[in-house]
């Protein structure tokens, strides 16, 4: 029996950079040449449009956490801290191209254009997506962690046999790179050569598990070289990197490359949601010294340093930012007018005899309650 040496697959990854690939440092300097990982700055028009883009996004953020704290919202996952990742995700994709996004990923549905009343009425309640995914080529976020990169890498096939270039941007988390749904996507997005790019945010913590407890890899980037595609590890913080790596990862899979495994190494600022206590998992001297790593402040003093930034600048952004938290104040203060019957309109193609039943045995319970509403309510 002849033991023939296997010839090792072209295009098998190597390892991830050891550290993180940066290219500003959190006092706004310039990193060292070594830590750019071999990929060029992204011009500077471009990273001031990424400011203005974080800083809008940063000011929604805290408006929708305040307006969930006044009741007007059941839920919302905040990616303060995380703006860096989840703008680069939105730039550096083509209009056409897909994103896949997860519950914590709003800011990037706001970048890519989607109406802010439409995306919020999902988390007040209202309706599980109020806009259409066609119109902005971005997928419902994904509540159960990681279905949504299996999606994106049967849509990217799909598409790819259809004889388009369609590029798909799977967003997850640390803890939902733990689900075998994620190991599943990225096992077949490599063997079927998907053009899709896996953005994992690392932001330490899956709920209250620290991201210890989640995997021994070195880097969660590592694990592109087991499933045969490339992988990098960024700076989740710096803009500047996170946009150069993603846009580089897109135009490799849309030149028939395949996919991309990429690890944004960054740090939730705010609780899990709103029904969280991150005191009771992490210690606050923790998020200050990510604090120190923000985001924003550190991309406009790279800026400002090269005269791409000033004090009139600094006031149209908070213009529009204010702007934007102002009209989504007033939507969701607005009390919706909601039709409990809607629950079972577009749940099947066609009409279903057990639906219809419950249907109309609901609609008689409101019949019959609206007296005692119109009368004063219940006693
Ligand atoms: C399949 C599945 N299992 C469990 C949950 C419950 N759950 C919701 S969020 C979460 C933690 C996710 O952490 P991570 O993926 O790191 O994302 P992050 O919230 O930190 O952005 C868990 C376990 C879920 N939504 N779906």
Redesign the pocket.
Known sequence: MSHDVVPPRPGTATLPTEQPIRFIEPNGELAPGDAHGGFALPPIADLVDMHRRMSVARRFDTQVTALTRQGRLATY?SALGQEAAEIAASRALLPGDWLFP?Y?DTIALLDRGVNAESILSFFRGDWHMAFDPYEHAVAPQS???ATQALHAVGFATAATRRGEDTVCLAM?????SS?GDAHEAFNFASVWNAPVVFLI?N?Q???STPTRRQFAARTLADRAVGYGMPGHYVDGNDAAAMLAVLRDAVAHARAGGGPTLVEAYTY?IES?TNSDDPTRYREDDERRSWQERDPIARLEKFLEAREAFGDEDRLRVQEESEHLAASTRDAMNATPELDPLEIFDHVYSAERTSLLEQRAFLEAELASAEPAIGSGGAR
């Open positions: 996952p997860t914590r509540t159960p962690l997850l988390g640390d803890g939902a689900e945010q932001n913590y899956a709920i939730r899990h």
